[in-house]
């Protein structure tokens, strides 16, 4: 590693922004999500997972919590210990608390099954005063992998 690659374990990484509850606010929180977690460094099977989480929660924020007039806010952060990131979208329809579907046949609906599937945990909380915020996160693989004795590389003895 050189000295000016990306230290996640030890630089946590934040990023907020409020976005228009469009489709077109949803695809930009996507994009800027990508193109954050690349700077960070985040390893391209984290990041691929975080963008597929990060768009459902934005549709789901757009579709189902949406109040005209109001923008919705996604956060990123990345945690050194343990590493993990995590991903949040609030918007301003508390009344409208999400409910993990059963699965079905049908094309539309299974925006938290994805979200439930792709991390490795999530959750809802209220978000005063009339808002909620949808989080998941997703385990960051270590830096410092073990080796075949079970040791972690790089380590003496």
Known sequence: MNPSSPQLDTVPGVFSLLLSSTRRGARLGRLL???????WG????????????VAELTANAVLHGRVQG???????S?????RTLRIEVTDARR????VLPQPSDGETGRGLLLVS????????????PS???????????????ANESGQPAGQRL
């Not at 109001?70 to 990123?76: A, N, P, S, T, W």
């Not at 808002?131 to 996160?137: I, P, R, S, V, Y």
Request: proline share 15%; charged share 25%.
């Open 70 to 76: 109001r923008d919705f806010r996604l956060g990123l």
């Open 95 to 98: 009344d409208r608390m999400p």
């Open 42 to 53: 985040v390893p391209p099977s984290v990041t691929e997972r975080a963008e597929q989480i």
């Open 117 to 128: 599937e792709l991390a490795d945990r999530w959750g809802v909380v209220p978000y005063p």
């Open 33 to 39: 999500a990508v193109t954050e977690l690349r700077s």
């Open 131 to 145: 808002g909620k915020t949808l989080w998941a996160e997703t385990d960051l693989p270590s830096l410092h992998p």
């Open 78 to 82: 990345l945690s050194p210990a343990p």
